[in-house]
């Protein structure tokens, strides 16, 4: 009986370990964060934990060097490169409490236990519809919106 109770207790202390060592983890994951900036220094990005952008600084050069189009692309360019700084410190963070053989990028694309054609588009599949269903609502939710944007100023020059 003592030999059960003492390897209950060695189980339980092991769930105890790998809790604590999955919460550090958790807090590790939490406060990743990257940071780029453009080639020309006009731009900055940082992004936190899951690539969300936290903070864009533009240097006044910034308005001036590139017109809005430009800038746009640079913007979208260097968040970008912020944000495969920041998975890369999440894939090194998750690697050290994996097993060797599992791909942390995949792991994070939800993609680690399924084969390629389990998660790529089905060959023949028509995604072109998608978007346009997409733009359907979209019209409708405009079409809502000018309506109360038309009650609303008919219903003020009532007044």
């Known amino acids: 009986m003592d030999d059960h109770r003492a390897q209950v207790e060695e189980l339980l202390a092991d769930y105890r370990r ?3 060592q999955l919460a550090s983890v958790q807090r590790e994951l ?4 990257g940071q780029a900036s453009s080639p020309d220094g006009t731009v900055t ?5 899951g690539g969300k952008l936290t903070s864009l600084e533009l240097s006044e050069l910034a ?10 692309e640079l913007i979208v360019r260097t968040v970008a490169a912020a944000a495969a700084s920041a998975a890369e410190v999440t894939y090194q963070t998750l690697s050290a409490v994996l097993p060797a053989s599992t791909d942390p990028a995949a792991l994070v ?3 680690a236990d399924l084969k390629p054609d389990e ?9 072109a ?3 346009a269903r997409r733009r359907v609502d979209d019209d409708e939710d405009n079409e809502q919106r000018e309506s109360w944007l038309d009650s609303e100023l008919i219903h003020r020059r009532v007044r």
């Open 45 to 49: 990005a940082t992004v936190g934990a």
């Open 119 to 127: 998660y790529q588009p089905e060959v023949g599949v028509d995604l």
């Open 129 to 131: 519809r998608q978007p």
């Open 109 to 111: 694309a939800g993609t």
């Open 30 to 33: 939490e406060a990743v964060s």
């Open 18 to 20: 790998s809790r604590e």
């Open 63 to 72: 308005y001036r060097r590139h017109r809005p189009e430009q800038l746009a």
